[in-house]
């Protein structure tokens, strides 16, 4: 266990070290000047040459790229992520102000899909070539198809403008989390719901399936007991992979019920030339990524004893 959490460890460094610099070199290669565009927010004015020099001396800026992506590295090991350009705060204080409101919406999504798609997946499985089956695969190809930020209207105006039963925006209230995680959940539930049932139609024709009926067991708990448990290792991948992409999507749902969150503080980022929240951002949101894969293959282990943690048969 130590030598692969060692490993894994490694391995995550390197994952972040190489997202760190890809974010860095991406926005110091982006057009335009974070020091002029800043400037003139402050002084509601063009700054002078001499105030854009004097502000890119202040934050570094003038120096060469790997001058620029030494210190910042060396702040980040210290557990400094910077200060934001245009607010003059800690760029650690506003992801932790904004942090928990993203991964509340992530876990809701995700709960969202799974109670959509286990089901779903478990009774089409059970019942291929049924009319169940048919239309478990219809709603599926829908959700894959459907965008996000469309779904998320279409639901905004038959729940909170036709129906008046739940708020459009803000955050802080269960009503208040049920459109967006709904919104976020529901092509993850289709992806899901696909997979289960390839998974469980695999493990339905196995021995030992036949062989727990035969012993007389409930239908029931064959299928949800012995079936599904085995069936359920490549779905934990793709929901431990997923969870990352939730936090992505999260920027979209957002936007479209102004919640707030990292999605929101990111786009503001973006516009403002605010490299280091975006910086500080991306570096959180790869660390939330590699860990959840660590806790997959945790996970996998707990599932099914057989698989060791180095990724051999045990």
Not at 9 to 32: A, E, H, K, Q
Not at 36 to 59: C, D, K, T, Y
Request: overall charge negative; charged content about 15%; glycine content about 10%.
């Amino acid at each position: 266990m130590r030598n692969y959490l060692a490993y894994r460890l490694g391995t995550s460094l390197l994952v972040m070290f190489g997202v760190s610099v890809v974010t860095y070199g991406l926005i110091y290669l982006t057009p335009g000047d974070p020091a002029e565009i800043i400037l003139r927010e402050r002084l509601e004015r063009q700054p002078a040459a001499a105030e854009v020099a004097a502000f890119e001396a202040e934050q570094g800026l003038d120096a060469p790229f790997p001058v620029q992506y030494a210190d910042w590295l060396t702040d980040v090991l210290r557990g400094d992520l910077g200060t934001s350009y245009y607010s003059d705060t800690a760029v650690s204080s506003l992801i932790v102000e904004a942090l928990p409101a993203t991964l509340e919406l992530a876990a809701a999504a995700m709960v969202v899909a799974l109670v959509l798609a286990v089901p779903a997946g478990v009774v089409s499985a059970v019942r291929q070539g049924s009319g169940v089956d048919v239309a478990s695969q219809l709603g599926a190809l829908v959700g894959v198809s459907m965008p996000n930020f469309w779904l998320g209207y279409l639901l905004i105006l038959v729940f909170a403008l036709l129906l008046g039963v739940l708020p459009v925006a803000g955050a802080g209230s269960p009503a208040q989390l049920v459109l967006p995680a709904i919104t976020l959940g529901t092509g993850m539930a289709a992806v899901l719901t696909r997979l289960i049932r390839t998974s469980m139609l695999e493990v339905l024709d196995e021995g030992y399936v036949d062989t727990a009926r035969s012993k007389g067991l409930r239908e029931r708990i064959v299928v949800y007991k012995h079936a599904l448990r085995n069936a359920l290792l490549p779905v934990v991948t793709i929901v431990g992979l997923q969870f990352g992409s939730l936090l992505n999507g999260a920027v979209v749902v957002e936007i479209v019920f102004q919640r707030p969150g990292l999605g929101m503080v990111l786009v503001d980022a973006v516009f403002d030339r605010d490299y280091p929240v975006v910086q500080g951002i991306a570096l959180v949101t790869a660390v939330v990524f590699v860990g959840t894969n660590l806790l997959v293959d945790l996970t996998y282990r707990y599932l099914d004893p057989r698989v060791a943690l180095g990724g051999e048969t045990a």
